[in-house]
């Protein structure tokens, strides 16, 4: 007994009451955005805000539960918890009904459970334990091909189940490999990639590969004006050849070919002497950035061949729209012009609880899940919303610094799964409601409308609340 | 490697998405106002509620515009289900293509209702209503048109269409969709006739339905109906002129001098004021537009012509006026009038002869000299001092200015000026000689025929006019004073009655006169002949008049576009009108047969 009164004096209280806060400050907002004056109770459970009530007090079970429960239990079940995640997956896709375009749910009587919501936990446990053992070692190539296949596995399911947003999730994991020793260059990287992947869209794969190889060969140029390298102005002028010479040819011939090949024969061209003075020389500056050239090509190519013979046209259209390319205002730019409306009405103080014209009216699809923050936009305005979004970033901060005073990896690895995944659904989801984000589908956490989504965050931060209040206990 | 401070770098990225985040809704939410507006926009619709347009009568009480119910079949795209246009299209009977670019059109916002066919008829919406529940999204909207019974009087009643961008950006009160008067007294007196349209506010959802009133109604607005309007016109005498003037080019103004009102205006070719109404406005629009007779151009106020020999009385008014003639001075008339190298002629007749016998004889000389006499008067000093003196009488006619009837878009008509032959001839270079031709109204001056029927009411009148007006009565309303002041001639009503004479010697002076042939029994009427000089064909031909020589009733100008000489069309024309009105019966019926069947070819 003592020890579990030292276990409610550890739990860390505060990430407690915010929870509570927003869970509940969330169901007065379902309850505003979908009022209908016929069923005006807030306890009608035949209505979602109803229903959330019910799924509010399950979660609480659900937390409650999972404070009582030993603290190693995560650890110990953590892969058979993935498992049992990706074999749910697996049947979801197999044998659920599709809703909405996607087999997505599993429907149990009166419930609907969506594995994907439990995936995000699963994969953080099993990357914690994965990553808090001893011997892992993040530089390591065979290690980290083994976590991003912990990634991959859950991430390639819920694609197949049609819920790419869901997907997208998983990228968060990278900032909490960032946090345990992965290279910062690799995050930028990232970024360059998603960077060569905008452009593309914007620009056209052919523009941007060709910008990318004059970049990288005012870089080369750069490079081999120091003093140490002096490359003679021959070599210099030689290099564009590689290129040029090809694209001569095929215009003066006429060639029927691939505008591609021109790119493919300019590098395999210019790779030898890249490799000999690489050899020679033992500086991998050359190569590095003949690798970026060959990479943003390589990008920029395949990004048009995804984007015009992989995605669907209103994957497409929602691109284009995000990007400015193109004006859709009935249809996919719809649900964005109405939420910056309903929002940007809001003012200073926003218009009151129940009198959102534009969210009680149905202006906004998806009010209640994905799109509830435009509920708090409108009627608790400007000072309503920095206060939701003040109390994610408390919340987020604290776990992470809770994060770094644990004892375990495990415990702390865990934690920074828990920030950075609340961190990404927030990110995308108010951002897409105020126009800063693609509309990518994925709820804001105990705030929009759902079980599935509550209890998975539920059991996500109360497993770090556990841990964390055990943090004394647990030495490896 | 302490990889604990790599939670400095997360720790900015989360703080610094946030801060952007917080920007961003500030902007979008306290500074940028444009979301507001859309919100309302958005949320509430205003279901207006037009009024009834104001009727129209005629001075006697007759209804002569008045309102009928039209059915516009509108659309709600955003609420059309499985639509069978083959079925639709059959029940209203509309081409296929022209439904397809309307629809287009209307789902460009796809929760607004949309007028996608407007005016269907009564039949069509009675075999539509059976079956419109079989097209959700579909339904009608019943508003009133206008209706001319009398099937006469389009340009002086004008008519009614959907108001254009221009007329939106000048008013604010209209908005698309609605209609306002575009000519005539619909457009003079739009204010008063359209009333003030109101409405109630709504809450509404995305898809465009109601979802209660707003506020329970504290914005709605009440309706205020259009104001009737009893006009000065007679319209039977309107519809008798327009049928007088079938087949002609022209104008007919009728006043009654003693008020300054309106009882006939007649302008030719005419159209039935009805084809501005209905599905087929634009079309039939667009043939008036494209008619090379010009329908659509409002003569009696727009026209402008030379006066001819009906401005002898003018001069002869001046003359005797400025003391430079009187109703004995003798010229005598050699078939013309000789001058210099000049030469106007003039008809046969004996010689000489005084001033009343000059204008029942329409004498060209008789006026040349008299002009002159007035112009070169030695009391003035100079030619352009005498011109200057006669300028201002004329202008105290109404002439050279609209006389500020209330129809829009009223023509001044020309009044010469001194400057102008300063400029032409050189200053000092012009005088009596140069410009003799205004002594029988030809050369700079022109007038509008109601300008004509102006000063056959002044004459009427022996020395003063109201301005001429359509409007007798606006229900509930004091209207503008200016219709019932007098404007002062500067001239003796003594000499009034000289040249009043003459003009009863016009029809009632016997063979010489110019249209002895033309009084009528028992209506006293005095009249002046005119016939215009026309450099492009045929002579116009002029007549004004007035009847009763004593207390007035009617005063009328009439001229028809090459009509020949004043007495060949216009004068019996106009007898034929003044009988009309004054009697309600024509004597002669040999005479309306004459000017009836009598038809005017213009080539173009």
């Not at chain 1, 190889?213 to 590689?242: C, D, N, T």
């Not at chain 1, 050359?286 to 015009?308: H, K, M, P, T, W």
């Not at chain 1, 149905?362 to 509830?372: A, H, K, L």
Request: glycine fraction near 8%; aromatic fraction near 12%; include cysteine.
């Amino acid at each position: 007994m003592a020890r579990q009164g030292e276990v409610i004096r550890n739990i860390d209280w505060q990430i407690v009451i915010i929870y509570v806060f927003l869970v509940f400050a969330g169901w007065l907002n379902i309850y505003s955005a979908v009022f209908d004056e016929n069923a005006a109770s807030i306890f009608d459970v035949g209505q979602k805000y109803g229903k959330q009530l019910i799924w509010i007090g399950a979660a609480f079970l659900l937390a409650i539960g999972i404070l009582i429960l030993d603290s190693r239990f995560y650890f110990t079940f953590a892969y058979g918890f993935y498992f049992f995640v990706i074999v749910s997956l697996v049947g979801v896709y197999l044998f659920a009904p599709e809703i909405k375009g996607a087999r997505s749910w599993f429907e149990v009587g009166p419930l609907r459970v969506q594995p994907s919501e439990f995936a995000k936990l699963a994969t953080s446990v099993v990357v914690a334990r994965f990553m808090g053992r001893y011997d892992f070692k993040i530089q390591r190539l065979s290690d980290m091909v083994k976590l991003l296949g912990l990634l991959a596995i859950p991430g390639i399911l819920i694609v197949l189940q049609g819920d790419a947003g869901s997907a997208l999730v998983f990228s968060s994991f990278f900032l909490v490999f960032y946090r345990e020793g992965m290279p910062f260059s690799i995050i930028l990287l990232g970024v360059y990639a998603i960077l060569i992947f905008a452009l593309s869209i914007i620009w056209g794969g052919l523009t941007l590969s060709i910008v990318a190889i004059v970049l990288s060969y005012i870089a080369f140029v750069v490079y081999g004006l120091q003093k140490s390298h002096r490359f003679s102005v021959v070599k210099m002028l030689l290099v564009p050849l590689a290129f040029i010479v090809p694209t001569a040819a095929y215009m003066f011939f006429k060639l029927n070919i691939n505008v591609l090949l021109v790119f493919v024969i300019g590098f395999s061209i210019l790779l030898v002497p890249v490799a000999v003075y690489t050899y020679k020389k033992r500086v991998p500056a050359l190569l590095i950035i003949f690798g970026i050239a060959v990479g943003s090509v390589f990008i920029s190519q395949s990004v048009e061949y995804v984007f015009n013979n992989i995605l669907e046209a209103h994957q497409r259209t929602r691109i284009n729209v995000f990007f400015g390319l193109e004006s859709d205002p009935q249809g996919s730019e719809f649900n964005v012009i109405q939420s910056k409306i309903a929002i940007g009405s809001g003012d200073l103080t926003g218009k009151g609880f129940l009198n959102g014209t534009q969210t009680k009216n149905d202006f906004v699809p998806e009010q209640s899940t994905d799109f509830i923050f435009c509920t708090i936009g409108e009627e608790w305005g400007f000072l309503g919303s920095i206060i939701i979004i003040g109390l994610f970033v408390y919340l987020i901060l604290r776990i992470m610094s809770s994060a770094e005073q644990q004892r375990t990896a495990f415990s702390r690895i865990y934690g920074y799964c828990v920030a950075s995944i609340l961190f990404f659904h927030v990110l995308i989801n108010i951002g897409m409601t105020i126009g800063l984000m693609p509309v990518i589908g994925i709820p804001l956490p105990f705030f929009s409308y759902g079980g599935s989504s509550l209890w998975g965050f539920t059991l996500l931060l109360f497993i770090f609340v556990k841990l964390d209040a055990n943090r004394t206990e647990l030495i490896q | 490697m302490d990889l604990g401070n790599r939670r400095i770098l997360l720790s900015a990225i989360v703080i610094g998405v946030a801060v952007l985040y917080i920007s961003r809704l500030f902007y979008i939410q306290v500074i940028d106002d444009s979301y507001k507006l859309n919100a309302l926009n958005n949320s509430r619709r205003f279901e207006v509620h037009h009024p009834a347009r104001g009727l129209i009568y005629d001075r006697n009480g007759k209804l002569i515009v008045a309102n009928e119910a039209a059915y516009d079949l509108m659309v709600v795209t955003g609420q059309i289900k499985d639509l069978d246009t083959a079925e639709l299209l059959s029940i209203i009977n509309v081409s296929k293509e022209s439904f397809i670019t309307e629809l287009k059109k209307a789902q460009k916002n796809r929760y607004r209702p949309y007028p996608i066919i407007k005016q269907i008829s009564a039949e069509t919406y009675a075999r539509l209503q059976e079956k419109l529940f079989d097209f959700p999204g579909f339904y009608v909207q019943t508003r009133t048109v206008r209706n001319y019974p009398y099937r006469c009087g389009a340009l002086v009643l004008g008519y009614i269409s959907e108001v254009n961008n221009s007329d939106i950006k000048e008013n604010s009160y209209y908005e698309q969709g609605d209609y306002i008067g575009k000519i005539g007294i619909e457009k003079s007196y739009e204010s008063y006739l359209r009333g003030v349209k109101g409405g109630n506010y709504y809450q509404v959802d995305v898809k465009g339905r109601v979802k209660g009133s707003l506020e329970d109604g504290k914005y709605d607005k009440p309706v205020v109906l259009g104001k009737n309007i009893t006009t000065t016109l007679d319209i039977d005498l309107q519809l008798y002129g327009e049928k007088l003037m079938q087949n002609k080019k022209g104008s007919i103004v009728a006043i009654d001098p003693q008020s300054g009102e309106i009882l006939a205006i007649v302008s030719s070719p005419t159209f039935d004021p009805n084809s501005m109404v209905g599905r087929l406005v634009s079309e039939n629009y667009n043939r008036l537009v494209r008619d090379p007779l010009k329908p659509l151009y409002n003569r009696p106020i727009q026209g402008v012509y030379p006066p001819g020999s009906t401005f002898k009385t003018v001069n002869a008014l001046i003359g005797l006026q400025e003391g430079v003639v009187t109703q004995n001075t003798m010229y005598g008339c050699q078939a013309g009038y000789y001058s210099g190298g000049l030469h106007v002629g003039c008809h046969n007749h004996y010689s000489p002869i005084n001033l009343i016998e000059s204008i029942k004889m329409s004498c060209n000389a008789y006026y040349c000299n008299e002009f002159r006499a007035i112009i070169d008067a030695p009391k003035y000093g100079s030619a352009r001092e005498g011109f200057l003196t006669w300028q201002s009488y004329i202008k105290s006619f109404g002439l050279g200015k609209p006389l500020g009837i209330d129809l829009p878009s009223e023509k001044s008509g020309n009044i010469p000026r001194a400057e102008s032959y300063d400029k032409t001839y050189g200053k000092n270079r012009w005088n009596s000689l140069t410009i003799v031709s205004l002594a029988i109204g030809q050369g700079e001056i022109t007038e509008t025929p109601l300008q004509m029927a102006n000063i056959a009411a002044t004459i009427a009148n022996k020395g003063y006019y109201y301005t001429p007006h359509l409007v007798k009565e606006i229900d509930d309303t004091v209207f503008d004073k200016s219709f019932i002041q007098r404007h002062e001639v500067p001239i003796a009503k003594k000499n009034f009655e000289i040249v009043t004479e003459g003009m009863y010697q016009v029809l009632h002076g016997g063979p010489g006169a110019t249209a002895w042939w033309l009084a009528v029994k028992g209506l006293d009427i005095c009249g002046k002949t005119g016939t215009a000089q026309n450099p492009h064909g045929e002579d116009h031909s002029i007549f004004m008049a007035f009847a009763p020589r004593e207390n007035p009733k009617i005063a009328i100008a009439i001229c028809v576009e090459n009509g020949g000489y004043g007495a060949t069309l216009a004068a019996p024309m106009a007898t034929l009108m003044i009988e009309k009105y004054l009697t309600d019966t024509i004597t002669n019926a040999w005479r309306e047969q004459q000017v009836l069947e009598k038809a005017i070819t213009y080539k173009n």
